[in-house]
């Protein structure tokens, strides 16, 4: 009797330990699984902009090692760019802490500054700082009918460049089809970045420039793209569109 209880308590002993590695094991793995970084998924994206949403969150340069992400350090924080427009051309899912979480890998307009960031700092939409950044590297380039950039343009076809490089956005080709598709403003309303739109009348619009504020606006006209008043003595505005709701 002595004998078999003294392996049923060497079996018992036996028992504990194996569950206790077992059970260490498990935390162990558990720990190490919530503390790596590890791909999910990664894919193109059709070209998009947004703007920031929260000015807290940085950008990472995310090192790959098979599916392993290292994070590294932060490199640009949201809060130095409160008027830039981004790009986000590519997506992913992390699991992080055993949980997914999507990632945009972003781009200023101009290039200079690029990284993955968790999508919920940014927003859809385009700064207007972007849109003009753009308009004014146009001025003083000729008009030529019928041009639609980068080297030359006419009325139309400069305010389409503008929209497409600033804000993947494509506008129809002639003012008058831009002005037809285009949601309609009071003079009261207009914001920078909306469209003046000249002609005789409604259904003979000849002409189009973006307004920039204290009644003026850039346009494409004999003298080449310039930045001229509105209400010039030459133009007969018939009214006005916003082709995009733009932020600051």
Known sequence: MLHKRL?????????????????SFYIFSASTEASVNTLVSESLVSPK?????????????????GKNIDFGSK?????NYPNTTWEVTRKMYVKKNLKNYLYYYITNKSGTTHGWIWHNYLTPGVSYATVWGIAKKQLGKPYVYGATGPMAFDCSGLIQYIYERAADKIIQRTAQAQYNSSKHVRSDDIQKGDLAFFGSNSVNISHVGMYIG???????????????????????????????NLSE
């Open 49 to 65: 902009t947004y703007i920031r949403k929260n000015d807290s969150g940085w950008t990472y340069d995310f090192k790959m090692n």
């Open 7 to 23: 392996i049923d308590s060497l079996l018992f002993e036996v028992i504990v330990a194996e569950l206790c590695t077992m059970f």
């Open 214 to 244: 204290n009644g003026k606006m850039i346009d494409a006209q004999n003298y080449g793209v310039i930045t001229e008043n509105i209400n010039a003595p030459w133009w007969n505005l018939v009214g006005y569109a916003k082709p995009e």
């Open 75 to 79: 490199v640009h924080y949201l809060s």
